[in-house]
């Protein structure tokens, strides 16, 4: 299982940016994929994430109301649509998949074993 992320780059703030990541192969029907970020010094984060197959969405505080997780099954796909981009949201993102995943734990590092490879993101002011 390979994860193929894209879409970063520089960026104003208040602008907007579109990262995608196509999931290889889909091993099981209940695929949870999602984003999390690392800014330098920091500890990687928890953006959002979202069910391939029923669509449901879990997000950071830090970016409800501006970012959007969205999926296309057909294509296995996830796309993270970010809005009103602030400095501080500048960082490497990465994206993560895993199967059977609890919704309690969308938000941890730890339950996802499958990492693409990260896509740089920078804010500036």
């Known amino acids: 299982v390979q994860l193929q992320a894209s879409g970063g780059g520089p960026v104003q703030a208040g602008g907007s940016l579109r990262l995608s990541c196509q999931l290889s192969e889909r091993t099981t029907w209940r695929i949870v994929m999602g984003w999390f970020r690392q800014a330098p010094g920091q500890q990687r984060e928890f953006v959002a994430a979202i069910s391939l197959s029923a669509g449901h969405t879990d997000y950071a505080d830090s970016v409800k109301d501006r970012f959007i997780i969205s999926r296309n099954t057909a294509k296995n796909t996830v796309y993270l649509q970010m809005n009103s981009l602030k400095p501080e949201d500048t960082a490497v993102y990465y994206c993560?998949?895993?199967?059977?995943?609890?919704?309690?734990?969308?938000?941890?590092?730890?339950?996802?074993?499958?990492w693409g490879q990260g896509t740089l993101v920078t804010v500036s002011s």
């Open positions: 993560v998949a895993d199967g059977t995943l609890n919704r309690s734990s969308w938000s941890m590092a730890a339950a996802y074993n499958y």
